[in-house]
């Protein structure tokens, strides 16, 4: 397998615009995790799915996220309005069930000016 | 609510030492698991080693090994025969009913 997919891997926009990360999970996995790191606040979760259905999006910032996952094999996390302080790199990770390791996607290196 | 600390920021070890990297949680759940988690300069997640908290033997994986004791809610890393692609960021992680919580790091830069 190829492992977890997101694009882009950089992405460097302008405060106010929409942004939209896409991932794509391991085949066969059940959840999928969106996830944001900073230097101030480490690495957070953000929301999760289980069989594409948000199970627990408490830890969306604002209501300027959003999250879906139309099928078992695709999820986008979008940001509209982003502003600089969305800056981070965002990782989407899988998993088999829940209590079991995740394998995280390469992450997407987010920049707002 | 669960909680993941390492309270060591950064280490450092010569090449072909011994290091342990500590991390102690907190969790009210009976049921899960522990991680460690490395974060190279290419900022991929990679898993290293996991733990089942209803299991008292310590994982294994190569020359990566933890000490997992369970009542004090402590588990360490410790790295034998280190070698320079070990440098990263290492990352504890705690998992129960909740959410997968991560600690805040430990740098570890490998010396040759």
């Known amino acids: 397998d190829a492992g977890v997919i997101q694009s882009p891997r950089h992405e460097v926009t302008e405060m106010g615009q929409e942004v939209t990360l896409r991932c794509k999970p391991i085949?066969?996995?059940?959840?999928l995790f969106w996830y944001r790191q900073t230097m101030m606040r480490g690495l957070e979760l953000l929301i999760y799915?289980?069989?594409?259905?948000?199970?627990?999006d408490s830890g969306m910032p604002e209501d300027r996220f959003s999250a879906k996952m139309p099928n078992a094999s695709f999820s986008t996390l979008k940001i509209q309005p982003s502003e600089p302080r969305d800056s981070a790199v965002y990782f989407c990770?899988?998993?088999?069930?829940?209590?079991?390791?995740?394998?995280f996607g390469p992450g997407t290196r987010l920049t707002v000016t | 609510a669960q909680t993941v600390t390492q309270s060591q920021p950064e280490m450092s070890v010569q090449e072909a030492e011994t290091v342990t990297l500590s991390c102690t949680y907190d969790?009210?759940?009976?049921?899960?698991?522990l991680f460690w988690y490395k974060q190279p300069p290419s900022r991929q997640m990679i898993l290293v080693i996991r733990?089942?908290?209803?299991?008292?033997q310590n994982a294994t994986e190569n020359r990566f090994s933890v000490n997992f004791q369970k009542a004090a809610k402590s588990f360490s890393l410790k790295i034998s025969d280190s070698q320079l692609g070990d440098a990263a960021m290492y990352f504890c992680?705690?998992?129960?009913?909740?959410?997968?919580?991560f600690g805040q790091g430990t740098r570890l830069t490998i010396n040759p």
């Open positions: 990770a899988s998993s088999l069930t829940f209590l079991y390791e995740q394998y």
């Open positions: 085949s066969g996995h059940d959840y």
């Open positions: 799915f289980n069989n594409n259905v948000p199970i627990d």
């Open positions: 969790t009210s759940e009976s049921d899960y698991y």
């Open positions: 733990q089942e908290a209803y299991k008292q």
């Open positions: 992680a705690s998992q129960g009913a909740q959410k997968l919580v």
